[in-house]
């Protein structure tokens, strides 16, 4: 199957700081990408949609300043989380679409952010 | 009513036997659907792609797939303890995002 990664893989940082999280689709070219977050014991939550070349799509109650989303390439979006606080600790996991006839999904392995 | 209802579990089962997953949807309109799996801390894999009515298997799983009653299924044979995690099914949605149902939690006893 395709293969998504997500960089880094965990991060802690201090409350107050900015984190950038990469989701890269290796072995094929996403136009559309999905970023999650998953508390613990929690179901996948959707945080926003990721459109190459274009605004991502945010869901309702998420802050589109605080966590912003670029989707400068085929291959590559970024997520960074603004002025981190310890309630943002949680699993971000990214998706992406193939493309082809089926349009399968693929996760990323997920960033475990921790704000202290 | 939501779009994807699945029995959260816990689903135990003994090692060896089979597990079947069940999944009912709402959308007549979906053709095709996903079952990932999601062990604990990590994210969702891709397990299984169906989008025909019937059976489709691949090794020890086999999904299947009624349209006209709205469910899709997942059984497992020959339970393995490895394969305790959550299963989650989705409707295939094109480009936009995948809705999941609350997933089911399996638990393989040895």
């Known amino acids: 199957g395709a293969v998504v990664s997500q960089h880094p893989s965990w991060v802690i940082c201090k409350s107050g700081t900015s984190v950038k999280i990469e989701c890269r689709s290796l072995?094929?070219?996403?136009?559309?990408m999905f970023w999650y977050r998953q508390f613990p014991k929690q179901s996948l939550m959707l945080m926003a949609t990721s459109n190459e070349g274009s605004k991502a799509t945010y869901e309702q109650g998420v802050e589109k300043d605080k966590f912003l989303i670029n989707h400068a390439s085929l291959t590559l979006s970024t997520l960074t989380v603004t002025s981190a606080h310890p309630e943002d600790s949680s699993f971000y996991i990214c998706s992406a679409a193939t493309g082809d006839s089926t349009d399968t999904q693929y996760f990323g392995p997920g960033t475990r952010l921790t704000v202290l | 009513q939501k779009e994807v209802e699945q029995n959260s579990g816990p689903l135990s089962v003994p090692e060896g036997a089979i597990a079947s997953l069940n999944c009912t949807y709402s959308?007549?309109?979906?053709?095709?659907f996903f079952w990932y799996r999601q062990y604990s801390g990590k994210s969702p894999e891709l397990i299984m792609f169906i989008y025909s009515n019937g059976d489709k298997e691949d090794g020890r799983f086999t999904a299947q797939l009624n349209k006209a009653s709205q469910y899709v299924s997942l059984l497992i044979r020959d339970s393995q303890p490895s394969d305790s995690a959550t299963y989650l099914c989705?409707?295939?949605?094109?480009?936009?995002?995948?809705?999941f149902g609350s997933g089911t939690r399996l638990q393989v006893q040895p």
């Open positions: 072995d094929f070219q996403a136009t559309t």
């Open positions: 959308d007549r309109g979906s053709q095709s």
């Open positions: 989705a409707p295939n949605t094109g480009r936009r995002a995948l809705t």
